[in-house]
């Protein structure tokens, strides 16, 4: 198992910039891959982006080019740069991670999420 904590959210103009970060503690056995989601007001959780062990990389058409993902090695941290943001990238972000336990089963973890503003 794996517990989550996100951070570096908060306010910025629009074409600013952030970066969140995603600290993983707990028992790592094996992780799949880490990720992040976002949700806005009225609307459903959605893929922003994951990052495999083998370091491949998946971006929503949304924010791609504007965006990376990135870990190190151990998976002690996941990080999101986020940059030229526009207003309707307004959401809770959510950091996510996807295990396989010694018995090969699958989990879902979640973060309690970090709130991104972007307003004039």
Request: proline fraction near 2%; include cysteine.
């Amino acid at each position: 198992q794996v517990q989550l904590v996100e951070s570096g959210g908060g306010l910025v103009q629009p074409g600013g910039s952030l970066r969140l970060s995603c600290a993983a503690s707990g028992r790592i056995f094996s992780i799949n891959h880490m990720g992040w989601y976002r949700q806005a007001p009225g609307k459903e959780r959605e893929l922003v982006a994951f990052i495999t062990r083998s370091d491949n990389t998946y971006y929503a058409n949304s924010v791609k080019g504007r965006f990376t993902i990135s870990r190190d090695n151990a998976w002690n941290t996941v990080y999101l740069q986020m940059n030229s943001l526009k207003p309707e990238d307004t959401a809770v972000y959510y950091c996510n991670s996807n295990e396989r336990s010694t018995t090969g089963m699958t989990y879902d973890y979640w973060g309690q999420g970090t709130q991104v503003t972007v307003s004039s």
